[in-house]
C-alpha cells in the first residue's frame, strides 16, 4: 500500500505542525536506540514524524513495520508516551540525512487521546512556548 493509500483510509483529520517528540524504535536493523524528532502532523490515529539519520547509515525499508515508543512533552510539563507502528518511512526531498516516518498509535487510552486533541488546539497558538518545549529537548541531547 503507498502513502496516498494511507492517507485517504484515515479516519480523521491530522494538524499540521512542528513539535518536538523523543522515540525508540523496535527494530534489529536500527544502531541507536533513542531519537529525537519532530511531530510535523498529528491525529488521534497517528503521526508523521521528522528526525535525522545523523550518518545516513538507517535502513530505511527494514524499520517498516516495527514498533516505536514515543513520549511528547505536553505544555503543563508532563509527557504523553504513546506506543505506534511505522507504517511508511522515506527520506525527506533534498535533506539525505532527513527522515519522514508515518506511525499509528496502537492501544491508546481515552486521557491519550486528550492529550492529543489538545496539542490539535495548539495550532498556530504559543510558538513560544514551543520553541521553550524544543530547548528543553535539545538541552537533554548534548
Known sequence: MDNLSNINQRNSEREEFTYPVEF???????SSLKYVGNVKSISPEGSRIEFEDRYGRMEHESIKDSKMKMS???PDGDKISLLAHICWVKKVPGQPFFVNMGVKFE????????????????KNKDYNMMWSLWEQYDGKEK
Request: avoid cysteine; proline fraction near 0%; glycine fraction near 4%.
Open 24 to 30: 525508540k524504535m523496535f527494530s534489529s536493523n536500527v
Open 107 to 122: 492501544k491508546t487510552e481515552q486521557w491519550q487521546v486528550d492529550a492529543i486533541a489538545e496539542l490539535m488546539r495548539l
Open 72 to 74: 511528547i512533552g505536553m
